[in-house]
C-alpha cells in the first residue's frame, strides 16, 4: 500500500483532487437554486475544467525514472487515465442522483470519456504539464466556432450534441481508446 501513496503523491493527486472537488463545490453552489437543466456547453466547461484539475500529474518528477524502473506502468497509467475520467464525471453523476442536477447521465459519461481521453492524448504529446491543452482547446474550439452540418460538425462539436447522436458518441469513445492507449504505452512526453 505504501507504493500507491508514493505514486499519488508524485503524481499531485491531493493537489488535484482538491481542486476537482472546489469545481464540484462551485457547480453544487450554482445548481443549487433549480435554475432548470445545465446547457450541454456548461456541462462541457465544468467538466473540461475538472479533466484540466485531475490532470495535473499524468507525469512523475522525473521522466528518466519512469523510463528506467522495474514496474510495469501501462497498467498503472491506464487505471490512472480512467480514475481521472471516474472523478470528473462522479461528482455530476452524483449531483444528479440527488436530483440537483437535471444533466442527462448520458451527456456526463460521453464528455468524461472524451474529455479524458484527450488530456491523456495531450500529456502523450505535448508533456505531462501541458495534459491540459487539448480538452481546453477542443472546448474553446467547440464554444467559439460555429460547428458545421451533418456528420463532421457532430464529430468536431461532440460535446454540446445530445446524447443520442452516432457520431458524438463515436467521437468521445474513440478520443477514450486512443488517449488512454497512447498515454499508457509511451507515457508522457519529456
Known amino acids: 500500500m505504501r507504493w500507491l501513496m508514493l505514486y499519488a503523491r508524485s503524481r499531485q493527486v491531493p493537489a488535484s483532487a482538491a481542486a476537482v472537488a472546489l469545481v464540484a463545490l462551485a457547480v453544487w453552489a450554482g445548481t443549487r437554486g433549480g435554475a432548470g437543466p445545465m446547457d450541454l ?37 491506464a487505471v490512472h487515465v480512467l480514475l ?10 452524483a449531483f444528479r442522483a440527488a436530483g440537483a442536477s437535471p444533466v442527462p447521465a448520458e451527456v456526463v459519461v460521453r464528455d468524461s470519456a472524451g474529455l479524458v481521453g484527450l488530456a491523456a492524448l495531450g500529456a502523450g504529446l ?12 477542443w472546448l474553446a474550439f467547440t464554444v467559439l466556432v460555429p460547428p458545421p452540418g451533418g456528420t463532421v460538425g457532430e464529430v468536431l ?3 454540446v450534441f445530445p446524447p443520442d447522436t452516432a457520431a458524438s458518441t463515436g467521437t468521445a469513445w474513440a478520443l477514450l481508446a486512443v488517449g488512454t492507449v497512447a498515454y499508457a504505452l509511451a507515457g508522457p512526453r519529456r
Open 84 to 93: 481521472i475520467g471516474v472523478s470528473a464525471g462522479g461528482a455530476l453523476l
Open 126 to 137: 505535448c508533456g505531462a504539464g501541458f495534459a491540459w491543452a487539448l480538452p481546453t482547446g
Open 157 to 159: 462539436g461532440w460535446m
Open 41 to 77: 456547453g456548461m456541462v462541457g466547461l465544468v467538466l473540461t475544467a475538472k479533466v484540466a484539475a485531475a490532470s495535473v500529474g499524468p507525469g512523475g518528477p522525473g521522466a528518466a525514472l519512469e523510463r528506467t524502473a522495474a514496474i510495469r506502468w501501462v497498467p498503472r497509467r
